[in-house]
């Protein structure tokens, strides 16, 4: 059974930062693109950014190229989001998906989501 794990959410003031961590468990963590999904309240979902399977090849919303980084350390299975210069306009829940393969546009199995929230 895939298992996938946020954590590192919380409360931060705008212009902070906060890093993300989903552990992956019951496939093969580096046959997989991975990618990050928000959804605020409110609102529907969101991709965020995703990364490759071996991590070569990154991609991110306009929004958020230049201040969030994605990682991933495949000899943890462990898929990171490192979030900088945080806006409010970021509160949302960040999912952590599983991609089918490498088609990092397939999304084939969530997290339960770490919430971010970003308020002074």
């Known amino acids: 059974e895939v298992q996938l794990v946020e954590s590192g959410g919380g409360l931060v003031q705008p212009g902070g930062s906060l890093k993300l961590s989903c552990t992956g468990s019951?496939?093969?963590?580096?046959?997989?693109?991975m990618s990050w999904v928000r959804q605020a309240p409110g609102k529907g979902l969101e991709w965020v950014s995703a990364?490759?399977?071996?991590?070569?090849?990154?991609w991110y919303a306009q929004a958020m190229k230049d201040r969030f980084t994605i990682s991933r350390d495949n000899a943890k299975n462990t898929l990171y989001l490192q979030m900088s210069s945080l806006k409010s306009d970021d509160t949302a829940t960040y999912y952590c998906v599983k991609a089918y393969t490498n088609y990092i546009c397939l999304w084939e199995s969530w997290g339960q989501g770490t919430q971010v929230t970003v308020s002074s």
């Open positions: 019951g496939f093969t963590f580096d046959d997989s693109a």
């Open positions: 990364v490759r399977w071996d991590g070569g090849s990154t």
